[in-house]
């Protein structure tokens, strides 16, 4: 089951990102209490509470702002009370959206749970127009994650020194250049 996230599921999101930052999930220094940890999370409780942030636009150095709506995960059709266990946060691209967030508690990888988080993220209206996802070359879920993406057709498209990058075949055609 999904909700949408709200500012109230930042405790969460932060230790999920924490943890996998830690274990090389996610990027890395985020684990801590670094300047770009805080940089970065007062950025997520932005888009948290207002549904946006705002960044530097890298070719106009313009800054603008940035839809990141998002999700947070429960395992079964209802939470019961329960917290999440899981998210996901979409960030708006021209003509779609990047699922640029995913994470799911450590205790519930395997079984088939990161299968059903990323089915519920790709079954939503973001999900749907989702065209480019990002994975850590490090992150020792790269494979398991490929493997997901690509029941949703996506493929890999290049490497940077810390990235892979997938897109959705789908994708308009200005994205694959």
């Avoid at 405790?11 to 943890?19: P, S």
């Avoid at 930052?21 to 684990?31: D, R």
């Avoid at 995913?102 to 395997?110: I, K, P, Q, V």
């Avoid at 999900?127 to 493997?147: D, E, M, N, Q």
Wanted: net charge positive.
């Amino acid at each position: 089951m999904l909700a949408p996230a709200h500012v109230g599921h930042l405790a969460m999101l932060r230790t999920l990102i924490r943890e996998a930052s830690a274990e090389g999930s996610m990027t890395a220094g985020l684990a801590g209490d670094t300047p770009q940890a805080v940089e970065f999370f007062a950025q997520i409780k932005r888009a948290l509470v207002h549904g946006y942030f705002v960044e530097e636009d890298p070719q106009s150095r313009r800054l603008e702002s940035v839809a990141v709506p998002g999700y947070v995960f429960w395992p079964d059709d209802r939470h019961s009370g329960n917290p999440p266990v899981g998210f996901g946060l979409f960030r708006a691209l021209d003509g779609g959206y990047e699922l640029w967030l995913a994470g799911l508690e450590f205790g519930r990888r395997g079984g088939g749970q990161g299968r059903a988080l990323i089915d519920a993220l790709f079954g939503t209206s973001h999900g749907k127009k989702t065209w480019v996802v990002r994975i850590p070359r490090g992150s020792r879920y790269r494979a398991a994650v490929a493997h997901l993406l690509k029941a949703h057709d996506f493929e890999s498209v290049g490497d940077t020194k810390t990235l892979r990058w997938f897109l959705r075949r789908s994708a308009p055609p200005a994205l694959a250049n």
